[in-house]
């Protein structure tokens, strides 16, 4: 398909204003009940379901083993006491036998309970965290959350906040499981001895959690909830110090830092002062509720121990299974504070999944369906169809209505002033900015290799940097060396070691040198198509001149931005970017930085049936 390079014209529209983070307060509620379920069901009913089910039931098992200990000790407890108070020897020893029967099989199964509860949040975290990474960078997700104004923090989310759902979940589960067992186990017991204490019991835990909930429960959620956000934005504000640390040094930036990190840290501060005032009054009401239990049995069995009626045991029991009971009646009580954390931590966790996760991603769709999105096509090569971009979310026009073709062999320069669009282009070709309208024809990505003015460098060997973002490569070393030759760095790797030495490569090279490796790594690849962004700005003119003509002698497909005009000669064509949407064609041969003329397609212009290689083969 051969497109023309067509006239474009337009004003820039004014930039929309950034939408509001939407809050979201997560109560306990039938809404956070929903939220858990979003985020945990796939796990039990997808590929390992086997694997939970089988670990929860054995847990299940192991709980009723020990619930059934748990009431065999408090049955003996209240035997010894009333052999002690009888002052009968022989039942107050055989007592103590059983005890220590008992015992001996509930502390390995307390034990071992243990264990494998921790073993299955394990497993649980890996699985989730597989999944939420496979999402997270499928489609290039990691790039397009970095605009998303609503997701604060993506990666404190992947590695700590999975890490408390799954290993809280079971907890809690556990937690709920157990109480139920706890429940049914001694209210026997207890409804044995007093059905009047049975009542009480009843009452008593329903006025403490409707008290709990009521008074402490939302205000503790959104507590926590921004205490998690404010607390990893001042880990990121510690980390982006780290990672720009020369640039800050050279500026003396030190002061300006410091206020920054203070901000931040302020407001962690703040609010964890509001919550802690919270949790002060929360662990008042706690306290009393629980203390309370040390009296109210023995007040309600008093009578009946003094009148003879019954045992000191019983009471003793009686206590016990009272304790047991509440404690299951009144498990959100006693956990409030955890439990509000881990509600306020499903929210978040809810929130990436619905923009990261394969079965959520058409709700995340949906977020952008109102608003025109360039399309993309596959093509033989690369041609641009009445491409209009826009930023995300904002409505500014870079470009508007720009159509040409890049044939094999092609190589076009894009020049223009700061921030006119140059580098947002090369986003809207790679598929990271899809703001707009029109069409993008091109190979498939795999064909493509993107150079940035700054490479990045994994961890790693130098191996490892030559052949990324490939795992493996089939080039020999002597291969591997030829190409680090070729890229004029011929004692890279005996000066490093080897080539599968491992080095921090971005404070041993400097920045001339890693944008030769990342040259090399165009060499290892072999791409039909190079875009290159600035990839030589730290290269003497030499080295410049000596990469891009390896590079046009291999035939590769070229497109450049960059400002010198000694890189003119490498290029067939000049794609000049006016601002507010405007631009020219020129041949680079006729093209001059400092007053653009020649062969002109843009402004005011006509539009011509021209492609980039016909224009070549007419000027010729």
Not at 115 to 122: G, I, K, V
Not at 159 to 171: L, Y
Not at 411 to 420: K, R, V, Y
Not at 489 to 497: E, K, T
Request: hydrophobic share 45%.
């Amino acid at each position: 398909m051969t497109t023309p390079i067509s006239a474009t014209a337009g004003a820039a529209a004014k930039e929309a204003p950034a939408s509001p983070e939407k809050r979201r307060w997560t109560p306990l509620s039938l809404a956070a009940w929903k939220q858990f379920i979003n985020v945990a069901k796939p796990y039990w009913l997808q590929d390992q379901k086997r694997t939970a089910w089988s670990l929860l039931l054995l847990l299940v098992v192991l709980m009723l083993i020990e619930t059934k200990l748990a009431v065999m000790l408090n049955n003996q407890a209240g035997e010894m006491t009333s052999a002690l108070a009888g002052k009968d020897g022989d039942r107050f020893w055989n007592s103590v036998r059983t005890c220590l029967v008992i015992l001996a099989f509930a502390v390995p199964t307390y034990a071992f309970y243990y264990y494998m509860r921790d073993l299955f949040a394990n497993k649980w975290r890996r699985w989730l965290t597989g999944r939420f990474l496979d999402g997270y960078l499928a489609g290039r997700k990691y790039y397009a959350l970095r605009s998303d104004s609503e997701i604060d923090n993506p990666d404190q989310r992947i590695s700590e906040d999975i890490n408390t759902f799954t290993g809280r979940s079971i907890h809690f589960l556990l937690i709920f499981l157990g109480s139920i067992m706890q429940l049914v186990a001694f209210s026997a017991v207890l409804w044995s001895i007093s059905h009047v204490l049975v009542g009480v019991l009843a009452v008593y835990a329903l006025v403490g959690t409707v008290v709990a909930l009521w008074v402490f429960g939302n205000p503790l959620i959104q507590l926590n909830f921004w205490q998690l956000r404010r607390e990893a934005d001042f880990r990121f504000s510690l980390m982006r110090l780290r990672e720009n640390a020369e640039s800050i040094a050279f500026y003396r930036g030190e002061a300006q830092e410091r206020a920054h990190i203070d901000s931040k840290f302020d407001v962690v501060i703040q609010n964890f002062a509001k919550l802690i005032r919270k949790q002060r009054s929360l662990n008042l009401f706690q306290r009393t509720f629980s203390q309370l239990t040390l009296v109210l049995p023995s007040v309600i069995l008093a009578q009946g121990v003094l009148s003879g009626e019954l045992e000191v045991g019983r009471a003793i029991q009686a206590g016990g299974a009272f304790t047991a009971v509440l404690g299951a009646v009144g498990v959100i009580v006693d956990n409030f504070e955890s439990l509000s954390r881990f509600v306020a931590g499903i929210g978040r966790l809810q929130a990436l999944s619905m923009l990261v996760l394969p079965d959520a991603t058409p709700a995340a769709d949906d977020k952008h369906a109102a608003h025109p999105r360039i399309e993309t096509r596959p093509g033989h090569h690369l041609a641009l169809e009445a491409l209009t971009l826009h930023p995300p979310q904002s409505e500014r026009v870079l470009i508007k209505e720009l159509s040409l073709v890049l044939k094999p062999g092609d190589a076009l320069l894009i020049t223009g002033d700061s921030g006119c669009g140059k580098s947002s282009l090369l986003r809207a070709i790679a598929g990271l900015w899809q703001s707009g309208t029109g069409v993008i024809q091109r190979p498939p990505l795999e064909q493509f290799f993107f150079l940035p003015q700054q490479p990045y460098l994994q961890s790693g060997s130098l191996r490892s940097q030559l052949i990324y973002p490939s795992e493996s490569a089939d080039l020999s070393d002597e291969q591997l060396l030829a190409i680090l030759e070729q890229v004029h760095l011929p004692l890279l790797a005996d000066r490093v070691g080897g080539l599968d030495a491992v080095q921090d490569w971005e404070k041993l090279l400097s920045v001339g040198e890693q944008q030769r490796l990342a040259f090399a790594r165009v060499l290892v690849h072999a791409p039909g198509i190079v875009i290159l962004d600035e990839a030589t700005s730290a290269l003497d003119s030499a080295n410049e001149a000596s990469l891009y003509a390896r590079l046009r002698a291999s035939g590769t497909t070229l497109v450049s931005i960059a400002h010198r005009p000694a890189v003119l000669r490498h290029h067939t064509h000049v794609l000049h970017l006016r601002g507010e949407g405007a631009w020219e064609v020129h041949d680079a041969g006729s093209f001059d930085f400092e007053q653009p003329a020649g062969q002109t397609r843009g402004i005011g212009a006509a539009p011509a049936p021209v492609t980039l290689a016909a224009s070549l083969a007419a000027a010729g």
